[in-house]
């Protein structure tokens, strides 16, 4: 597909060989939990799998060549668009035996193999994630090396950014436009994972190759330096944030908006809405399971008695089945959000001198527009220019939006 809308697939592959099996082993290994070895020249990593065999075996070796044995060469297609043919040449259990002696010092033989198998990683990213009518996810739009294990949440990302777009544009709710952010938003994160999971698997084949520096790397970094680091909360917090990817967010998107007056506190256009724990008819709940599901929610920060319902009645009525209203306050109110710990809205920034917001939060549970105060002029002004299919030209590409 990316070949026949004329993408480009920008990146290489790795040097290092891998090597996986699903094996039979022999030797002191619980089957309740994966064990890693890395020792001498080699890696090896022992995941439970229960069936077809009772362990998957991934493997790579520091010596050079295919697991260590040069010669043996590699059938690649012609260099094109960035694409490259899969190895073709087998995996023998004697290959993936020495793998695993280099790693562990021997004590662990394997046998009855079900699955063996080369495999090269890669790290390429789609130049473009849209061309007219095809788009890119997951993938199909970035490859890279396993480490921090964030391609499967990067690539179910992608499609819902895409998804509640598309779905819009299909219904004729929104003009085309729309879907140029989705580019908008998800290269960028794309480009951040490549660079973050090169990096890392720059720093994991050094310590595979051999010599004084791996060693280093080994008995200083990974055994003494890297635990003191992770014992840092404001590194775990980080590192957290990272790999869960909540810390994500489309800030310069061009359909995402800051309204005036502007909340001084709280997130922003564009960021992901935090979540706190509310009540609604007594019931406790939270936030963003409130404010979950296929539609745009628009979240009237103070007391409800003050928002002006001559206002919102034509928002409702105008986007009537797309956008729900939801009111959240400090105090007991039937059917609607209550902050009984006055959390969610010191994290909305809705507080103090700015006792009252708007915030409209999108399917994907980043907020798509804000606002202080009640006044919902401009969040009108925002949803009639991104909803309803007559309000921009078909196809037209949008640069601007309202101040961010």
């Known amino acids: 597909m990316r070949k026949g809308a004329g993408i480009p697939f920008e990146g290489a592959a790795y040097l290092q060989d891998f090597v996986l099996g699903d094996v039979e082993v022999d030797g002191p290994l619980d089957c309740g939990a994966a064990h890693s070895f890395a020792l001498r020249r080699g890696v090896a990593l022992f995941l439970p799998l229960g069936h077809p065999t009772t362990w998957r075996v991934i493997g790579a070796s520091g010596a050079g060549g295919r697991s260590g044995t040069p010669g043996r060469g590699r059938e690649r297609a012609a260099p094109g668009n960035g694409e490259e043919a899969p190895d073709t040449a087998d995996l023998s259990l004697e290959e993936l035996q020495k793998v695993v002696d280099d790693a562990t010092g021997g004590g662990l033989v394997l046998r009855d193999p079900a699955w063996l198998s080369h495999f090269r990683l890669h790290h390429?990213?789609?130049?473009?994630?849209?061309?007219?009518?095809?788009?890119?996810?997951?993938?199909?739009?970035h490859i890279h090396s396993p480490v921090g294990g964030q391609g499967m949440n990067t690539g179910i990302q992608d499609a819902w950014n895409l998804a509640w777009k598309l779905a819009l544009v299909v219904r004729g709710e929104a003009g085309e436009a729309l879907l140029d952010s989705y580019e908008a938003e998800r290269w960028p994160v794309g480009r951040r994972l490549l660079r973050y999971t090169d990096r890392a698997f720059s720093l994991f084949a050094r310590a595979i190759s051999g010599g004084r520096v791996a060693t280093g790397l080994r008995r200083?970094?990974?055994?003494?330096?890297?635990?003191?680091?992770?014992?840092?909360s404001r590194v775990r917090e980080y590192a957290f944030h990272l790999v869960s990817q909540l810390g994500i967010g489309y800030r310069d998107s061009p359909v995402v908006a800051e309204g005036e007056p502007r909340l001084r506190a709280g997130p922003?256009?564009?960021?992901?809405?935090?979540?706190?724990?509310?009540?609604?008819?007594?019931?406790?709940?939270?936030?963003?399971?409130?404010?979950?599901?296929?539609?745009?929610?628009?979240?009237?920060?103070?007391?409800?008695?003050?928002?002006?319902?001559?206002?919102?009645?034509?928002?409702?009525a105008r986007h009537s089945g797309l956008l729900?209203?939801?009111?959240?306050?400090?105090?007991p109110s039937p059917e609607v959000l209550v902050d009984i710990g006055d959390e969610a809205l010191s994290r909305l920034g809705v507080e103090g001198a700015q006792d009252s917001g708007q915030y409209l939060v999108r399917p994907d549970g980043h907020v798509g527009f804000r606002c202080a105060g009640r006044e919902l002029g401009a969040l009108m002004t925002y949803l009639d220019r991104w909803l309803r299919s007559g309000t921009l030209p078909a196809g037209g590409r949008s640069g601007h939006v309202a101040s961010k």
């Open 124 to 141: 390429r990213q789609a130049a473009h994630y849209r061309a007219g009518r095809s788009f890119l996810a997951g993938d199909a739009a």
């Open 220 to 232: 200083v970094v990974a055994a003494r330096v890297l635990p003191r680091v992770l014992a840092s």
């Open 268 to 316: 922003r256009a564009g960021d992901r809405l935090p979540d706190a724990k509310v009540e609604r008819n007594g019931r406790p709940t939270y936030l963003q399971q409130e404010l979950a599901g296929p539609s745009l929610h628009l979240l009237l920060c103070g007391a409800p008695e003050g928002w002006d319902q001559a206002q919102a009645a034509p928002i409702a």
């Open 324 to 331: 729900a209203i939801h009111h959240l306050t400090r105090g």
